[in-house]
């Protein structure tokens, strides 16, 4: 993304405490989201891009303005940037009412038509009827849709969620995705969502940065960053389990050649490795397919792997496994089946089954 | 029945809290927000007249006044008459030993707004100015009564500063409170126990209010 282009752009560098070494770039109508365990520093990002804390280095620019460079000694202030704003726990003036709350935004517009446009945006959000209440008077749910038309009251040139939908119920919680995933069809502007959530970041977001002590390890499309992880540690905090070491053999006909448990496996062809070099590799659940009892099934031949069920747990309409590998000493790899498939395939813990590991699932990563 | 000490106690309450409000506002939305080394220090300082002996502060204030001292002599410079003994010196005294109780609570009240508010109105494009008036003045209100309401009612009832600072003038610095005391060294007990009625009512009146106040602030979701 060049200077002039729009969208918003962000590199910021800070020492501990607050230790950050990050960038992270959005277009217009994007949604980029900031994942990441707690403390990883995702909130001090947004206070950057908002204007609230002011980083020790860095750079934000959105929409071609330069809204802070410690390097260059500009810093707007947060009023003068033009960001939509949804905190973690709103930060509604409790004393106003929905309408009130919405019309202290709508400085710039003319006095009399505040109100009229405070109403179109409730109803936008869907609280029309409810403009008189407090705060207090409104469940989580309806204090994160006040949150939300607050925010886009201005127009913001920018739209920066915290963490907008810990502070909800779980059921509030799939209403209001529905709803966000609705609206944002409608915005034009580049969208920031923190959230230590990666479900609901994949469900969001076309965009995905991952944030570990204060650094950006990995940004991808949500499905990529999950297939393709930079490194160990990213592979980790999105959650993959199948992460096992070995060493490259060769690259011969398209994959990678890969020794493990004694054996080699083949795998996706990443040429970036050398043969003989020590690297990790991640397997993701629907990367494991299982061989049938009577008779062969896809992948049949494709790294045949067997083992022993050491659990076989349901979840929702899945049975999730862990198999121990006839290999000795390796962790037990996860994936799961559908009912069904477990049932007619006598999964129980103990049964010994075999499975197929596909190659083009195998993603290699340096060692770690 | 001193009418006239009664009405003079009650044009220093009013010009107390006249004073003392402006004051108060800035000094403790000011500590509310400020990070500072001697940050306990300064407010120790202004916690003073809460513990020291009202004899103490009022003889410290004495010497601070007279004609002795730069600000004595400065005074009567600037207006040709001295500081001590006189209504603007009793003033200047009942604004001092009124701080802790003007800025304490309203010191609280502030510190009790959740940054996030202040935050979130900046992200709002509100300015500065708009942001004390309509966001921290309504939340910190409940502290404002508070404040007002125990300067009011502890400026009419003090009675030791008063007498070291003021003396007994009548129509220039005999409160209500020293009257009392007067009534009582005459043995006019009569007049005493009237004068005293009346200050309970409107202690207890203005105390009320605070309670009110306060009892309503807390119904919202501050």
Known sequence: MSEREPGLRVRLRNPAPIALDMELACAPGEVAALVGPSGSGKSSVLRAIAGLWRPAAGEVRCGGELWYSREAGVCLPPRVRRIGMVFQHYALFPHLCAQDNIIEALGELPRARRAARARELLDRVRLAGLELRRPAQLSGGQQQRVAVARALARDPKALLLDEPFSAVDRGTRERLYQELAQLRRALDMPVVLVTHDLEEALLLADRITILHHGRSLQSGAPHEVLAHP???????????????????????????????????????????????????????????????????????????????????????????????LDAPGELPLAFSVPIHVARRNGIAPGAAIRVSLLAEHIHLMPEG | MDWTAFLLSLRLAAWTLAIL???????????????????????A????????????????????????????????????????FTFQGLLLASVIFNLPFAIQPIQRAFEAIAPEIREAAECCGLKPWRIFWRIELPLAWPGLVTALVLSFAHTLGEFGVVLMVGGSIPGE??????????????????????????????????????????????????
């Not at chain 1, 004694?262 to 690297?279: K, S």
């Not at chain 2, 409000?21 to 939305?29: D, E, I, K, T």
């Not at chain 2, 009202?54 to 002599?73: D, N």
Request: aromatic fraction near 6%; proline fraction near 5%.
């Open chain 1, 230 to 324: 930079a490194d160990v540690t990213v592979a980790r905090l999105v959650g993959l389990k199948n992460i096992f070491s070995g060493e490259l053999v060769e690259h011969r006909a398209g994959r990678s050649l890969v020794r493990c448990w004694g054996r080699v496996l083949e795998a996706r062809l990443q040429p970036e490795f050398a043969p003989g070099a020590r690297l990790s590799w991640v397997i993701p659940p629907e990367g494991v397919i299982l061989h049938r009892r009577e008779r062969a099934s896809r992948g049949e031949r494709e790294n045949p792997v067997s083992g022993v069920v050491a659990s076989a747990v349901m979840l929702g309409g899945n049975v999730a496994i862990r198999l121990a």
């Open chain 2, 21 to 43: 409000l402006p004051v108060g506002l800035l000094v403790a939305r000011a500590l509310a927000h400020a990070r500072f080394a001697g940050k306990p220090l300064v407010e």
């Open chain 2, 45 to 84: 300082a202004l916690a003073l007249p809460l513990v020291l002996p009202p004899t103490v502060l009022g003889y410290y204030l004495l010497v601070a006044f007279g004609g002795e001292s730069a600000l004595g002599r400065l005074y009567e410079t600037a207006f040709g008459r001295p500081l001590v």
């Open chain 2, 173 to 222: 610095t005999r409160t209500v409170a020293i009257a009392i005391y007067d009534r009582v060294q005459g043995f006019d007990h009569a007049a005493a126990g009237m004068m005293s009625v009346v200050l309970l009512a409107i202690s207890l009146g203005a105390i009320s209010i605070a309670y009110f106040g306060g009892a309503r602030g807390g119904g919202r979701d501050v």
